[in-house]
């Protein structure tokens, strides 16, 4: 392996890492930033291709954001569902029999053979869900 090759490889297992141990959903910048503390030498565009790089490994997987903003958390290869709080943006891995009934009658009513697919629900968890809804109580 060349020079270039195992210092691209280390600041990916650098960019890695730093995702791994993130509990929510990360955009690149705030990656970036999280990063700058222990490593100030890795570049922003590092991390950005980084990131897309473990997409398509299959190593993590991208939301939106508002304003277009794309968010990251590692994941399982085999996670294809998630929830997604907007709020707090924890997310939680759906069960792949959640979502079976939906792909059947899609196949149903389109005559599609589903293959795979992937989907993200974007909304509140129960802990950011449950404390809107009392603070309107409240008022
Ligand atoms: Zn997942
Ligand atoms: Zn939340």
């Given amino acids: 392996m060349t020079s270039q090759g195992r210092r ?3 600041q990916r297992v650098i ?6 141990s993130a509990k929510r959903a990360q955009s690149a910048q705030e990656l970036f930033e999280r990063i700058q503390a222990d490593h100030p030498t890795l570049g922003r565009a590092t991390v950005y291709r980084a990131l897309e790089a473990q997409v398509q490994d299959g190593m993590a997987s991208r939301f939106e954001r508002d304003g277009h903003v794309s968010a990251y958390i590692a994941c399982d290869a085999e996670h294809h569902h998630h929830l997604v709080c907007t709020e ?3 997310v939680e891995d759906l069960d792949e029999s959640a979502v079976a009934p939906l792909l ?3 196949g149903r009513r389109y005559e599609f053979q589903v293959d795979h697919a992937a989907l993200d629900f974007y909304g509140l968890c129960r802990r950011c869900g449950g404390r809107r809804s009392t603070r309107a109580a409240g008022r």
């Avoid at 960019?15 to 791994?20: D, I, Y």
Wanted: with cysteine; aromatic share 0%.
């Fill in 8 to 10: 691209l490889t280390r």
């Fill in 15 to 20: 960019v890695a890492e730093a995702l791994a």
């Fill in 88 to 90: 707090c943006q924890r």
């Fill in 104 to 106: 059947a009658s899609v």
